[in-house]
């Protein structure tokens, strides 16, 4: 995946070769020395307005190759509660193409039998170009991503083996499983098909054509934030295709964000050590994407950040040991706006085949409501940071 990523920058950095730099303050796109007192760091703002994107960010490029016949069956899958283990949820239930990929507004995600998740579900859009899916990167390809979810208990609940039971037993799903991939339906072909539906679910935006030569794309007040996000720094962590997705960083590299957040530390807070145990991994999470951010709140892996405003004045203070002023902020949301696709991915026409009565059984190993504890249980705390699972495995829906 690191390999694919260097790949789309190596790509993309030749298609704007000869693009027009940004003059840059102080630092550039490195965080500022974390010794400097607040009011010593650069505030103000060159008067040069960027007339296209520039290196470390880069247009989104093309899409891979993928078969319109795993594509169209992985859109059906996507949208099938057959996937789970009563029949209610699907993949759209945390990633909803209607609200940015994500399942916004909630905190966190909302699993089988209203069971509440640890963390914040991130977008299902460009997910193609992460560097690895999840928050913590422990999927190293969208069929890995695929994989987890179905058989979390706090999740879809399920088992592949009753998931593919139930495949199996629609005439439709094993006639077009046996054109597309020439076999039976499997786990591995099932994952395969709802991967490759994922990786068609790309949204260029503005800002992409603004990179692409036309300048009018951004408003005078969208390219005064883009100058000042690559000014202070924004671009040494949300960089490439995705303004974001190609690294992993530690919550508050310069502040503490926890201290500030209050409340006591959960599982989830660990960030990619849960994957690697290395203590230099505490607290690291994947970048998030920025595109189509203006549609995904609330923000961070937590849910704290309730507005797109809130998130960039607490980044700029904990990532970069910044203080944004209204003005810098509210500009800056204006260039992030612009990141928004221009035609969002809808919902394929082709529909799932329907679930049926006799379908709606939760299988034998998914764990029943009264075997579970409260401690087992998300439950948000008094300030809304969801308390720390005690036993149950950490959900794998969010790439």
Known sequence: MRHKANSVLSSASAFISGALAV??????????????????????????????????????????????????????????????????????TCHALETGGTDSPL???????????????????????????????????????????????????????????????VPAYVTAFQDAYGEEITKENTAHAIAEYERTLLTPSRFDRFGAGDVAALTTEERAGLQIFMTIGCTSCHAGPLLGGQSFEKMGSVRDYFNHRIGE?????????????????????????????????????????????????????????????????????????????????TKPALAPPRVTAAELVVPAEVIPDDSLSPEDIEAPAADGVPAAPATTPAPASAP
């Open 107 to 169: 905190l966190t995600s909302a699993g089988i039998r209203s069971q509440m998740g640890p963390i914040n579900s991130p977008t299902v859009f460009n997910s193609h170009f992460n560097i690895a899916q999840f928050w913590d990167g422990r999927a190293a390809t969208l069929e890995e991503q695929v994989n987890g979810p179905v058989e979390n208990p706090l999740e879809m609940g399920a088992t592949w083996a009753d998931v593919i039971a139930r495949l199996q037993a």
């Open 265 to 345: 530390l959960t599982n989830a807070d660990l960030g990619r050590f849960n994957f690697t145990q290395l203590p230099a991994d505490k607290h690291k999470f994947k970048v998030p994407t920025l595109r189509n951010v203006a549609l995904t709140a609330p923000y961070f892996h937590d849910g704290y950040a309730k507005t797109l405003e809130d998130a960039v004045k607490l980044m700029a203070n904990h990532q970069l040991g910044r203080t944004l002023s209204n003005a810098d902020t509210a500009q800056i949301v204006a260039f992030l706006n612009s990141l928004t696709g221009e035609n969002l991915p």
């Open 23 to 92: 003059s840059l303050i102080g630092v550039g796109c490195q965080p500022p020395d974390p010794r400097l007192p607040a009011e010593r760091l650069p505030q103000k703002i060159t008067s040069t307005l960027p007339t296209t994107v520039s290196l470390p960010l880069v247009v989104l490029p093309a899409g891979p190759t993928t078969d319109p016949k795993k594509v169209a069956l992985g859109g059906q899958l996507y949208f099938d509660g057959r996937l789970s283990g009563d029949g209610t949820i699907t993949c759209a």
